[in-house]
């Protein structure tokens, strides 16, 4: 299955993949009305030290410890791909304390969110791999 | 091959879908005592607090049964195993033959002998849908609620009740509030938390009788109440199988393949004891992911594949009118502390391992501090200054990020 990989020797830290991410699920098309004087909450996050940045988010795990822990369900896996249904979710943070990568993170609408590989908006492939300007996020099969 | 699963929650679905990784046409056969299609049983508080309804309740969409070729029968009770004729005898007298049998009975209330507690009028307790549904029912703005019970249970069920009662009074012998996983400190600063939301405590104190519709206290205090919530605990049903020869001590006694000492009988959830990865103990780890883990692993098993659970610990994610809660592992070594105004972080090592961990209201990424405490990394391997400030995988090194970011092989 395609996932989206890390290239951690070619990151800048730019961070223009948390951009991305924000602007493709923010669900406004026009990406500076989406981002302008915004506090953006991205579902991929980048870590960063002297000499050394990376980006994090889901791994679409194969024994997803998120799946398995949710108390509701909310949490699924459809086609390889770990989504979840925010209707469900009632924000009791399982998932929080069990996701190995810290990859699922607190909404603004008292739900979580986590990557979904930009399948639920109109992006349909990962953003943030489309606005990384070096390849340190690939979207690919290994 | 003819599987039975008696229970309908999260151990027994955990079963169905384990069984269906490795068998996808034998006949399996799920029992459910409630007359309901599987839902969440923690989310009964989150129902009374609205954040939910029944039908989101549903631990797994309308079609689960079907879609995994099961035969439901619901409000159907398992009275008895017969582990020689291999068959399960139902409370109507029905007899169900199995090959494979999973046991995921769950636990029940425990209710203490207090004297004068069989006369109270109106008196519930919390663990089911049907609790909630009747509990509700009696909820209005001039009740006054008396819940016996500062643990999990008795609080989840005071916040999701609190906003429609007009007293509400929590009792605990324990001298703190959820005193399975807090320490005193991070209670303190739940508690005081909880008590903004029309919530009262009485600690280190205890119901000695009852006086009609009043509890007189240990201490000589005297509780009056129009509605009575008994939350100090749950006991494992576990008679099915000690009926049927199979050990129990305080829950079924289970290996790490989820079997019991009865042949191709398996158990899982909180009617078990399952061992302690961190501390090496059997015990009761009533929790829904292990309960769903231990399922899965038994229903894998059960199906002739090999699965082996062996990583359950102590965890509990539970949080109050916004504030949360994050907890695991076992408090005995070394502590290393940090604490502001509406946060508390504790991290407990030793042996060069991280044992476990309580977190208060900055809960974020708890999971990486989960995961060391579960695979046993040794801290040395990683830079346990910068992770104890927060979890981050900037604590690995670059070789260990390249497994779990870049897809390397272990």
Redo the contacts between chains.
Sequence with gaps: MKRVYVNEEWCLGCHLCEYYCAFANSGIKDMVKALKDVQINPRLRIEEAPGVSFAVSCRHCDEPLCVKGCITGSLHIENGVITFDKEKCVGCYTCILSCPYGAIMPSETGAVQKCELCLKNSFGTPACVKGCPNQAIVFEER | MQYVIIGNS?AGV?CVEGIRQADKTGKITVLSSEPYHTY?R??IS?LLYG??DEE??????ASFYEDNGCEFLPGRTAAAIDPKGKTVRLTDGTEIPYDRLMVATGSRPFVPPIPGLDRVSSQFTFMSLDDARALEKELSPDKRVLIMGAGLIGLKCAEGIAAKVGELTVVDLAPHILPSILDPDAAALVQKHIEGHNIRFILSDSVKEFSGNAAVLASGKTVPFDILIVAVGVRPNTALISDAGGAVNRGIVTDDACRTTLPDIFAAGDCTESRDAVSGEHRVLAL??NA??QG?CAGINMAGGTAVYDKAIA?????FFGL?V?T?GSYQGEDYISAGEETYKRLISSDNRLRGFILVGD??????Y??LIKNKTALSSIDYDLIKER????AFS?KE??I????AAE
């Design positions: 999260a955990g969440s923690p989310l989150y954040k939910t989101k309740m549903k631990y797994r969409r829904l992911p769903y883990m899965e965890m509990n994610a539970i949080g949360h994050l695991a809960v974020a990424r708890a999971g990486i989960t995961n979890p981050q995988l900037l670059r990020r390249k779990m970011l870049g897809g």
